[in-house]
């Protein structure tokens, strides 16, 4: 059941972006591993909505970003660097801040693979050492495309990591948002 009503959300997010034949345009299909991302997208966005104050254009900004990292897996382990540990988590935690996120899922008695850790950790960071991010989202005009463009530094501060990755998080923002819309409800 689940899997129809994620094929119904990804048929309604084609035409709510114009990407359907009535506007006139070809069909771009979101292949699979975005419909799941999606799906995991509710409950975080859930979470940050009410624990941040936030709204859903706000969150799915942020959202974006996670999800060009992670596709929102809390599982995700980024393996491709050799001479690291790799990512891990939904913001792909790594260098100094991969123990960091560990040594806090472990204090709360929560494994860092499970969401609630990761939704934690990262609130956490937001309202303490990351604190510059969330105050240029709540700042920022109420679009999860503007929202998005905030956020980018919070994963990676390296500025042509940015431009490179600014495209897909805005995409990535505009599904996640009309995705929450589609969801009603949060």
């Not at 599982?75 to 491709?80: Q, R």
């Not at 899922?105 to 693979?113: C, D, E, H, I």
């Not at 501060?157 to 495209?167: N, S, Y």
């Not at 996640?176 to 819309?181: G, K, M, N, R, T």
């Amino acid at each position: 059941m689940q899997i129809y009503r994620l094929l119904g959300v990804g048929l309604i997010l084609l035409c709510s972006f114009g990407f359907g034949p009535a506007f006139g345009a070809r069909v771009r299909p979101i292949d699979p591993s975005t419909l799941v991302m999606l799906s995991r997208s509710g409950p975080i966005a859930a979470r940050l909505m009410a624990d941040l104050h936030l709204s859903r254009n706000r969150v799915a900004g942020i959202l974006s970003n996670l999800a060009a990292e992670s596709w929102l897996d809390p599982k995700a382990h980024e393996l491709h660097l050799p001479w690291t540990k790799g990512g891990i988590g939904i913001a792909q935690w790594s260098g100094e801040r991969r123990p960091d996120y560990v040594a806090f899922a472990v204090r709360l008695r929560l494994k860092p693979s499970s969401l609630e850790a990761n939704i934690r950790f990262l609130e956490h960071e937001l309202e303490t050492t990351q604190s510059e991010y969330l105050r240029a989202v709540k700042e920022g005009p109420d679009d999860p495309v503007a929202a998005a463009r905030a956020f980018i530094g919070y994963e990676n501060k390296a500025w042509l990591f940015r431009k490179l990755h600014l495209l897909d998080h805005e995409r990535y923002a505009r599904l996640i948002a009309a995705h929450l819309d589609i969801e009603g409800g949060l």
